[in-house]
């Protein structure tokens, strides 16, 4: 049975709004205009753009998996439910980490949510390909060049494990001054979604 892919791309993008909404208004705005406290609002700003790239590069890849499909069925809606309900997860996260900008563990929360994420996006990439919905899926050369891809996105997940390993390593040697692990630890998914927004220009 095929469900309506219109309302399923409605659901996703409408979705993906919410997520965005709701982060932008959690950034703490100050009614005292000190340094310190407009400097707070400067780093609740970054971790909203972090967000925000996050979540877009996440709508990129989304929209260019599921863009050639005809029709949806149950396991690859189901399989985009559970993406979108990690992907809604990343307010709570965001909210978490702006409420605690000096903590560590919350920003490792929010990586390893990141990587959650694309896990699940992996997964529901699986499911599409292995359906064969896309329309050009019998050419050669398209075929190929989508194995390559899949094959790319379970990599990245594993290489960002192996990253974010790295990160906690250094967040221990910088320990007592955790402004630099923070910084790293939320520049990881802003440069990783980067990344993945320009590989799908290739």
């Not at 049975?1 to 959690?26: C, H, Q």
């Not at 997860?89 to 990586?111: G, M, R, S």
């Not at 990587?115 to 064969?132: H, P, R």
């Not at 790295?166 to 630890?185: D, H, K, M, T, W």
Request: proline share 3%.
């Amino acid at each position: 049975m095929g469900y309506s892919k219109e309302r399923f791309d409605f659901f996703s993008d409408g979705v993906m709004a919410i997520i965005i909404t709701i982060m932008v208004l959690e950034i703490p705005l100050t009614n005292t205009f000190k340094f310190n406290d407009l400097l707070t609002l400067l780093q609740s700003v970054i971790i909203f753009f972090a967000s925000f790239i996050i979540v877009g590069s996440f709508w990129s890849k989304h929209n260019y998996v599921v863009n050639n499909l005809e029709t949806v069925n149950g396991k690859i809606i189901w399989r985009n439910h559970l993406f979108l309900f990690f992907l809604a997860l990343i307010p709570v996260f965001t909210k978490w980490v702006l409420e605690n900008p000096n903590e560590i563990i919350p920003v490792i929360c929010y990586d390893i949510l990141y990587i959650v994420v694309n896990f699940s996006f992996i997964y529901l990439t699986s499911g599409v390909i292995s359906k064969e919905k896309f329309q050009k899926i019998h050419e050669k050369h398209y075929e190929e060049r989508e194995k390559k891809r899949n094959e790319r996105s379970i990599l990245h997940p594993i290489v960002m494990i192996i990253i974010v390993i790295i990160l906690g390593i250094i967040s221990f040697r910088f320990v007592l001054i955790p402004e630099i692990s923070i910084a790293l630890f939320i520049g990881f998914p802003i440069v990783s979604s980067l990344i993945n927004l320009y590989k799908k220009k290739d």
